[in-house]
């Protein structure tokens, strides 16, 4: 989830662009360097030609950005960029940008990134976009890292003044998370986020699962790392804030290291939410503890109600045998939670759409996002689905937002899935459903999947072919 800390690259044998050429903008660079940073976070365009999105206030205050500022030396002038919330002058007086890329909005990266090289200022570019997308990236910046951050950024940096960036910074290596410093956000405009803020925290890297379709478990490390339970306390108490997300691919990678840092938050007497897998659930012991520690909201991919398709994406450790016991602990508890769904899997059948909303709605599920399985460059599966001849789209997956099939599904056209799995969206976040799915009493687990739903709801309708990016 932390998108400018990534792993090992996947492309780990392209050493083509590993020299140590210089750009043209770092060549340029003379006395005049005074160490002014400027790191952006870009936003995206709906369409290629439509305006760039914007959102009027964020509730999660995210992590990459004042993380990236606590590890550059004290030496440097930072500015931190939101461009959802905030508009990016470029004319400012900066020595050196550097740019955190998702491939969603890698392409207005690209055009900040021309914009500023035009006039001399280097740029450098991070995350997992140029973690599967190197050698492209390199193309369109002056230095990519591929990495952890804490092994190559300040050594980017000293090149950048120095006059010496090398094409690519690779990290050969994953952090063993003790000693993170803090991160800057007292760096953050505060002016784009609501009053009653979440702040994120990471509380591991990388995962022990290996779901075929999977590619985060590349980027953030296919080793699984804790921090200690006392610096991420530390961390919690030094935001001052009562509402924390922990920003991790697996929060329970470890279920005993899990335990350990919720009995902490116990006293701190914060609401939480993070990402698990479902077979946590069933274990009454740690589910309990959730609860006591502050728990609010859970996402975790179920992704099918077949067991033959989890068994197809090698999730069988998903047991949809349990999925009752599963929902009706978390409703027991008073815990919000949301459930993610993929469809286009071999072996799926047609009447996956009405089988999976007749299962939401035996359940009363608060929330669920639909999604169309993508196969994601550097996974087994994009290996094999380019291999057969299913990849439609290679060069514009996951350019742009909103619900679009790249692939052949196994039983309809690639629009067919578009318009089945926005019928999901409009089907499923009906004002009917709504208030069926989520009646009283009040809490604040209900309100929580309540602003979930009215999000998705309003997305839904006013574009009927995109889904909310930011639920997180």
């Known amino acids: 989830m932390l998108e400018a800390l990534t792993g090992r690259s996947a492309e780990a044998n392209d050493t083509a662009h590993d020299s140590e050429v210089k750009s043209p903008s770092a060549r340029t660079r003379g006395n005049g360097f005074r160490n002014r940073l400027l790191i952006i976070q870009p936003t995206y365009r709906v369409r290629p030609d439509g305006p760039l999105y914007k959102t009027k206030g964020r509730s999660l205050m995210g992590l990459t950005l004042p993380y990236l500022a606590a590890l550059t030396p004290p030496e440097w002038d930072i500015t931190l960029l939101d461009e959802q919330i905030e508009d990016l002058d470029f004319n400012a007086e900066v020595d050196l940008v550097a740019i955190t890329t998702w491939t969603i909005n890698s392409p207005r990266a690209y055009e900040i990134s021309a ?43 000293e090149d950048a003044a120095a006059g010496r960036l090398q094409k690519i910074y690779r990290a050969n290596e994953s952090h063993d998370l003790v000693d993170l410093p803090l991160p800057r956000y007292d760096l953050s405009n505060l002016t784009g986020f609501k009053k009653f803020r979440t702040y994120s925290v990471q509380n591991s890297r990388g ?38 997300f922990f920003a991790d691919s697996m929060f329970a990678g470890k279920k005993q290291m899990a335990m350990k840092l919720m009995e902490q938050l116990i006293p701190l007497k914060i609401r939480w939410s993070t990402l ?18 502050g728990l609010l909201h859970v996402n975790m991919g179920m992704e099918s109600v077949d067991q033959e398709t989890l068994g197809n994406m090698n999730k069988n450790f998903n047991k949809v045998e349990n999925y009752d016991d599963i929902l009706g602990g978390l409703r027991r508890r008073g815990i919000s ?77 690639a629009k067919e899935m578009e318009a089945n799995v926005r019928g999901m969206y409009e089907r499923f976040y009906t004002l009917p459903s709504m208030i069926r799915r989520l009646p009283p009493p009040v809490t604040k687990a209900n309100i929580a999947s309540w602003i979930l739903n009215v999000s998705q709801r309003r997305m839904a309708q006013a574009t009927k072919d995109s889904k909310n990016f930011d639920w997180v």
């Not at 200022?121 to 890292?145: K, Q, S």
């Not at 759409?353 to 929330?367: C, G, Q």
Request: charged share 25%; hydrophobic share 35%.
């Open 115 to 157: 914009r500023f090289r035009d006039r001399g200022v280097p740029v450098i570019m991070g995350g997992p976009h140029t973690f599967f997308h190197a050698e492209e990236a390199a193309a369109n910046c002056d230095a990519v890292g591929i990495g952890e951050a804490e092994f190559i950024w300040v050594r980017m940096l």
């Open 207 to 244: 995962c022990p699962f290996k779901c075929e379709f999977c590619s985060e478990r590349f980027y953030v490390g296919t080793q699984y790392r804790y921090r200690p339970a006392e610096e991420v306390v530390e961390e919690i108490r030094a935001t001052g804030a009562k509402n924390i």
């Open 276 to 293: 698990w897998t479902t077979y946590l659930c069933v274990d009454d012991e740690f589910m309990d503890l959730a609860a006591r520690s």
């Open 337 to 413: 939670y949301s459930l993610n769904f993929v469809f286009g899997f071999e072996g799926e059948k047609p009447t996956v759409f009405d089988n999976t909303l007749r299962f939401l709605n035996e359940h009363d599920v608060p929330v669920a996002y639909f999604y169309i399985l993508n196969p994601d460059k550097g996974t087994p599966l994009y290996a094999r689905m380019r291999a057969e001849g299913k990849v439609i789209d290679e060069k514009d997956m996951y350019r742009g937002p909103g619900i679009r099939c790249n692939i052949t599904p196994p039983y309809c056209t």
